[in-house]
């Protein structure tokens, strides 16, 4: 199986001065900060990929500003000649740490503003002025140098002013939009799924998947590895309850990640996997639910087949084996697979 890594998100801290309100905060396991030891190790892991190698974004379950020493980590990330980019919700985002950010090496940023006034404060438990005033800065300062994206979750308060929100930050010089549905977060946050409810599709979803070439591996576990505060790996990012530490970075390396990734998830032994709705094979199973129920239509169901094959049809060497759950499981001489 080739693995196709894209970035390789370091969660600086799972703490967050916001309370998203599609955000289940409650749900944070033991919150804390990446360590100064940790931090290096995982970006002396990054640099033993193969070439090319993967960006890095500082991105988790928190808000990365409020790490001490992320400037040093910007400018440590940089100067061994990583792409690196950050998430942030701008409320702390100050001229001079935008300037030190800058200065430091940061080339991409995601600043997360998804409504305006007091719906902003309702949804994010934020100052909206604060905020604002913040990001605005920050493009101006950032400028030509970094590549700024503006995350905007859909929920029920922003939805008609999706629009809007595009032609307010365009008229300030930001052209990058990232919209995006609120996920469940590996089950960790309720959003009314069916299929967490009913395996009644299943069978149907994996012979839909099987006809149409659809692998039932997700890719995000390998395009997308996730780096915990602890030191800790994880599957990606959406196992935000962290069920499933898989290793550690001063113990292995990413080679060795994806092959116990690959094991267990071909053994169903990733919790936050079973009940994630980015997993391919839900995706599927939901829609034919939401059809079963009247929600949607057979062109619906075709429409999500369709995207999931653009989708891998990306990263062919990931996919190129429908089999792999199978082979894992019966082979007992291959590197993953053991006798369960």
Known sequence: MKFSHVLVDIELTNRCNALCSFCPRDKTPQQGYLSRENFYQAIDRVLELPQPLPKVTFTGQGE??????IVEFMQHATQKGLRVGMTSNASRMHAQLAQDLVDAGLKEISLSISDFGEDYEEVYNLDFDTSMNNALKFVEIAKDKVQITINIVEHDINKSKVEEMKAF????GVNRFLVFAQNNRGGACENGKLFLESRATLDEAEGLMRDHGISTLCDAAFKFLFVGWSGNYYVCCNDYEKTTPLGHVTDIGFTALNDTKVDLLARGGISACLDCDLDPTNRV???????DH??????????????LRRDQQQFPGMHEDLDWRERILRDDHGLLARSS
């Open 64 to 69: 990365p500003t409020l790490h001490a020493d």
């Open 169 to 172: 930050w365009r008229s300030h």
């Open 285 to 291: 199973r939901e829609i034919l639910l939401e059809r």
């Open 294 to 307: 009247g929600f949607a239509s057979d062109e619906d169901v075709s429409k999500v087949l369709q995207n």
